[in-house]
């Protein structure tokens, strides 16, 4: 008897598991379009879900560490976004390539930081600080580039283009190796268990001896280095930039780490969970692509995944009342 009480027991909590939920909602869609449409399960299809996701995806590992440590950074989109100008200004006044990607990630890194020390040091909510110096950043990225187009002419396409064994796209190693260093920092480091401390109780991790606001920083920083880099993935992809091109990315890298777990609260969340919500919103995308939805459908469908987000993050909260 008290075995089968345990196994229901353990069914019960599997159920309240949004990993697991979500997980179930990704092969049910999934099975569901590729029922209508066989060339969704093709082998194609699916790197070009990843490779479409992939700038997104190293986003949304920069805002997951951000709201599992209690912060949250609404100026990613345009860090990437400026990152990319920089690197572009570089390669047009005749810099190479590595001391191009060297300053895009510097700059990155830089703006990350910046935000992390404002925040710690101000005290005033993270939300309207990032949101704040998203703007700046923007400002910025429109007089560096003069707001016009700048072209890499081709000189990114060994990343953009390239694919191992002919088949596994090179920009994909980008985002793998993002999530799996996420993973890493955040399950097996002292620094990764500190900011959880942090976002689960700031006032508790400080009188514990904890440096919050040294951890905020370099935190911040992190997220802003993790933009650099999505910037190099961008550009390789379009082969240009503009001022403009991040954004939208922040409220999507914010949506993809909610779906998957991550709470407004901070302390909670994963990086796996975080990487499934960003392939549910990437199937979801190409789904309704395949599926040929009127575009303007879409829109209205991708602002009801996010109410649906925010519902689903304070699911722990409904379930306790």
């Avoid at 997980?23 to 049910?28: E, G, R």
């Avoid at 596994?168 to 993973?183: E, G, N, R």
């Amino acid at each position: 008897m008290s075995e089968i009480l345990a196994g229901l027991k353990s069914k019960e909590t599997l159920m309240k598991n949004q990993k697991f939920i979500l997980l179930c909602v990704i092969v049910l869609v999934s099975a569901a379009v590729g029922s209508i449409n066989s060339n969704f399960f093709s082998l194609t299809n699916i790197f070009a879900i990843f490779q479409q996701v992939s700038v997104l995806g190293i986003l949304t590992m920069a805002m997951a560490l951000l709201l599992i440590s209690g912060g949250i950074d609404l100026s990613i989109g345009s860090i990437m976004a400026l990152s990319g100008v920089v690197i572009s200004k570089i390669m047009m006044s005749g810099g190479s390539v590595g001391v191009a990607v060297a300053a895009g990630l510097a700059v990155g890194l830089a703006c990350g930081l910046i935000n992390g020390l404002i925040v710690s040091k101000s005290k005033v909510m993270p939300l309207i600080i990032t949101l704040g110096m998203g703007s700046v950043y923007f400002g910025i990225a429109l007089i560096v580039s003069e707001g016009k187009f700048m072209n890499f002419g081709g000189q990114f396409e060994f990343i953009g283009r390239t694919k191992f064994f002919g088949i596994f796209p090179f920009t994909l190693v980008f985002l793998f190796v993002t999530v799996v260093l996420a993973f890493i920092l955040l399950n097996y480091t002292k620094f990764g268990r500190r900011i959880v401390s942090i976002g689960g109780n700031e006032e508790n991790a400080y009188l514990s001896g904890i440096p919050v606001d040294r951890y905020k920083i370099v935190t911040y920083g992190i997220s802003g280095g993790i933009a650099g880099l999505a910037s190099i993935v961008l550009v390789s992809r379009l082969d240009s930039i503009v001022a403009t091109a991040g954004q939208g990315y922040e409220l999507s890298a914010l949506t993809a780490a909610i779906i998957g777990g991550v709470t407004f609260e901070g302390g909670r969340g994963t990086i796996g969970g975080a990487f499934l919500g960003v392939v549910m919103i990437g199937l979801i995308s190409n789904a309704m692509t395949i599926l040929s939805v009127n575009s303007y459908l879409q829109t209205a469908i991708t602002g009801g995944i996010i109410v649906v987000a925010v519902i689903l993050s304070n699911l722990s909260k409904l379930r306790k009342k």
